[in-house]
């Protein structure tokens, strides 16, 4: 089974235009994704999906691999399927580009969840803590069945407890967050891109539900912890804080795919 990691990367954004090209800490918000990503065991290929020659530049300047898109592509999925229509690996994994500190065992997690052939996709999930997180309509929750397989995704607070409190402490824990990284066979990527979105995908805004729509099965993993990404000026601040208080380089570390 060959992995290719799709990397899809625009310069437009509402709230922090040509973000994939910021560059405090003396790398591209970019260039570190794309440095964990090639530490994932699974990768045979990592590409950046845009539609900007200016992060295709930049990307190539670091060393890694830029394919160029449609600018008309309304989503970051839909992005990512024009890119393996060049491919021929199995599984394609999609980590959004603004995922700086995503962890490559989480890359690797999904990609062993797609060793079942009955799975048409796989995605991660975290347990939820706080009553807070649960409530709150930004953040999209899942609810699995026994099997580890997605039934429903909603910015409701689901399962919605009707006596009593969430219990956030109870095992195996039911209550998930849902974490915006994806694994697809290519030819269900391919399939899913071509259909039409579903009712219940337009209500709630939520790309994954044209695949529960439409009969398609979602394997799910537990992390332990969520991957902070970067929507805001203010995430950006507290990543580059984070950075330097490591002490990393920042210079373009080695890269194991090239």
């Known amino acids: 089974m060959t992995v290719a990691i799709v990397i899809p990367a625009r310069w ?22 794309y440095e964990q990503a090639v530490q994932a065991r699974c990768a045979s290929e990592v590409i950046v999906a845009t539609d900007d020659a200016r992060i295709a530049e930049a990307v190539r300047q670091f060393g890694g691999q830029a394919h160029m898109t449609r600018t008309d592509h309304a989503s970051g999925t839909d992005r990512v399927a024009e890119v393996a229509t060049r491919l021929t690996a199995d599984i394609i994994i999609n980590v959004q580009g603004d995922e700086p500190q995503i962890a490559p065992c989480a890359i690797d997690q999904l990609a062993e969840l797609m060793n079942n052939p009955a799975a048409d996709m796989a995605t991660l999930a975290v347990p939820i803590t706080d009553p ?36 956030f402490t109870a095992q195996p824990a039911r209550f998930l967050q849902h974490l915006g990284i994806y694994a697809y066979r290519r030819a269900y990527l391919l399939h899913l891109a071509a259909t039409a979105p579903h009712p219940l995908e337009q209500l709630e805004k939520l790309e994954q539900l044209r695949v529960l729509g439409t009969g398609g099965t979602i394997r799910v993993g537990q992390v332990a912890q969520a991957h902070r990404g970067v929507d805001t000026p203010a995430d950006y601040a507290a990543f580059v804080a984070w950075y330097r208080q490591q002490g990393l380089p920042g210079t373009a570390a080695q890269r194991r795919v090239a």
């Open 12 to 33: 437009a954004s509402s709230r922090l235009p040509g973000k994939p090209l910021l560059r405090e800490t003396g790398k591209y918000l970019i260039e570190h994704v």
């Open 132 to 167: 807070e997180t649960y409530l709150n309509p930004n953040v999209v929750k899942v609810v699995c069945d026994d099997r580890g397989r997605a039934l429903y995704f909603s910015r409701s607070p689901i399962p919605m407890v009707r006596d009593g409190s969430p219990d």
